[in-house]
């Protein structure tokens, strides 16, 4: 696995979000993330932003609370790797 392959799975995550296919854009978010955590960590930039990426996914299901965890763990992880003056 190379974390290069998760910027693939997330792009193609969000060609299905932006066509309304939820299921599919939500499991190819979860396989960066699966690549992302066995390859640079959760604490790295990338994987923030898939969190992101699955946050969105989520409100625009109308899932805001999970769409908020995911918003608050990739915070988290920004803030725990780039800092609060970033």
Known sequence: QHPDTATSCNN?????HSKGEHKNALM??????????AT????????A?????MG???AS???YTKALQ??????GNQLATLGEQH
């Open 56 to 58: 969105s996914l989520y």
């Open 70 to 75: 995911m918003y608050e763990r990739a915070l």
């Open 49 to 53: 932003g898939t969190l992101n990426l």
């Open 28 to 37: 190819m978010h979860e396989r960066a993330m699966q690549i992302q955590l």
């Open 40 to 47: 640079v960590g959760e604490r790295h930039p990338d994987s």
């Open 61 to 63: 299901k109308g899932e």
């Open 12 to 16: 193609i995550g969000s060609i299905y």
